[in-house]
C-alpha cells in the first residue's frame, strides 16, 4: 500500500516499506536532495524538514508518519517567513561550508512563522540541535534577528 501525502505542495506517494525515514524518500525516491543525512539519530538538524508547518527531523520520521500530511523542504519553502530568512543569510553571509544550512534554515523559517518577535532564548530553543560544525552560531543568531526585524517582529 502507498503512503501518499503532500510534498511541497504537490501530491506525492511512496509505494515501498513504509517504515523508510522521510530522509531516505526525500533523497532517494523524490530526488530532493537539499536535505541533507548528517547523523540519523536527530541529533545534527541537517534533515529538517517542515511537517505540517512545524520543523521535524527526517532521518527518524518513518514515511508512513506523513501519509495525508503536507510536507515542505528546502526546495519548495516559501512564504513571508522563507524570504526573510533567506535574505538575512545572504546579506551577512552566514554559510561558511554549507552542509548544514538547508537544516538551519527550515528551523529558522520554522521559528519565525510561529513567533514574529523572538529573543536570544527562542533562538536557542528553536535552534537546539542543529550543529553547525564550522561554528557559524553568531552569524546564525544575527540572521534570524534580522529576519525577524524584517518581518517587523
Request: proline content about 3%; hydrophobic content about 40%.
Amino acid at each position: 500500500m502507498a503512503t501518499d501525502f503532500t510534498l511541497n505542495g504537490k501530491p506525492a506517494s511512496f509505494g515501498g516499506d513504509p517504515e523508510t525515514p522521510l530522509l531516505w524518500v526525500l533523497r532517494d525516491h523524490m530526488g530532493l536532495t537539499g536535505t541533507k543525512y548528517g547523523c540519523g539519530i536527530a541529533q545534527c538538524g541537517a534533515c529538517t524538514v517542515h511537517l505540517d508547518g512545524k520543523s521535524r527531523r527526517s532521518c527518524v520520521t518513518p514515511v508512513s508518519m506523513v501519509a495525508g500530511h503536507k510536507v515542505t523542504t528546502i526546495e519548495g519553502v516559501e512564504g513571508k517567513a522563507a524570504e526573510a530568512v533567506q535574505s538575512a543569510w545572504v546579506a551577512i553571509d552566514v554559510p561558511q561550508c554549507g552542509f548544514c544550512q538547508s537544516g538551519q534554515v527550515m528551523s529558522a523559517i520554522g521559528l519565525l512563522a510561529q513567533k514574529k518577535q523572538v529573543t536570544d532564548a527562542d533562538i536557542d530553543n528553536a535552534m537546539a540541535g542543529n550543529i553547525c560544525r564550522c561554528a557559524t552560531y553568531v552569524r546564525i543568531r544575527q540572521a534570524i534577528h534580522d529576519a525577524a526585524a524584517k518581518m517587523g517582529g
